[in-house]
């Protein structure tokens, strides 16, 4: 009974442990998971879909069937303001799986996006350059010369 007693206890503290730690994104190169993997701008511009200046107008989380208190991913309804590559709708809607790599944002922030087409949604890579506009101001400036001139 006090090995049991003593295995649980151990349990807690790890899983309480792990759940107080802050996440980070799994940035890591496919072709050696030793090393992290973030995109220049214009490796993620030569691979996105679009590169947009949107805003969140609305956010809905998607209850995890297998976490009675969990989120599977989130939906973000987005007010493009300005394309600066490629061609969306005014309003797109994207989508971020709720782990490491889902790319996080909160109503009413503005962010520079680097998208690619999922069909009925988008994704950003939280990896790779998209950010609120106003942590993205030297990449846009980078995209200046690059905008148009595909």
Known sequence: MKIITANLCLGVVIVSVLAESTVHAACLDPASLDEYLYPTVEQEMEAATAVVIAT???KYAVKDPADW???EAFY???KVDTQLVGDVHSSILMRAWNDS???RMEVG???LLFLNDKGKYFT???CGNSGTLSERLDILS???GKVGNE
């Open 56 to 58: 969140v107008s609305s």
């Open 69 to 71: 208190d969990g989120y």
């Open 76 to 78: 973000y309804s987005l």
């Open 101 to 103: 790599g889902g790319y």
């Open 109 to 111: 922030q503005t962010h």
């Open 124 to 126: 950003s890579n939280n």
């Open 142 to 144: 980078q995209l200046g």
